[in-house]
């Protein structure tokens, strides 16, 4: 079964630009028909979805973050990533990415474990 692993910084400082890769195994980013997500969950906050992209390289955003995020792919390392710029104390969370067949995941779907990410002023 696929299996996704987020990687990247725990610490960021503000203004900055928060960045993270997933790395996916045992399927295929390029899988006809999936979405590759990025989720967050603040402190004592709900999951919050930030974006997908999609098998075909097509992306999609929430509101919420509006033109400060940017998810990208890497096919020949099988990673998609997200770039959070101008970061904020307020995006510190607990990062997931995730695999579903629609935008966003549900619990059924597959995710990573999910890393920690502080955002220091």
């Known amino acids: 079964q696929v299996q996704l692993q987020e990687s990247g910084p725990g610490l960021v400082t503000a203004s900055q630009t928060l960045s993270l890769t997933c790395t996916v195994s045992?399927?295929?980013?390029?899988?006809?028909?999936?979405?590759w997500i990025w989720m967050r969950q603040p402190p004592g906050r709900k999951l919050e979805w930030m974006g997908a992209?999609?098998?075909?390289?097509?992306?999609f955003y929430s509101p919420f973050v509006g033109s400060r995020a940017s998810i990208s792919r890497d096919t020949s390392k099988n990673q998609f990533t997200l770039q959070l710029s101008s970061a904020t104390p307020e995006d510190t969370a607990v990062y997931y990415c995730?695999?579903?067949?629609?935008?966003?995941?549900?619990?059924?779907?597959?995710w990573g474990r999910g890393t920690q990410v502080t955002v220091s002023s």
């Open positions: 992209i999609d098998y075909s390289g097509s992306t």
């Open positions: 045992d399927g295929s980013i390029t899988s006809n028909g999936y979405y």
């Open positions: 995730a695999r579903a067949a629609t935008k966003v995941a549900g619990a059924d779907d597959y």
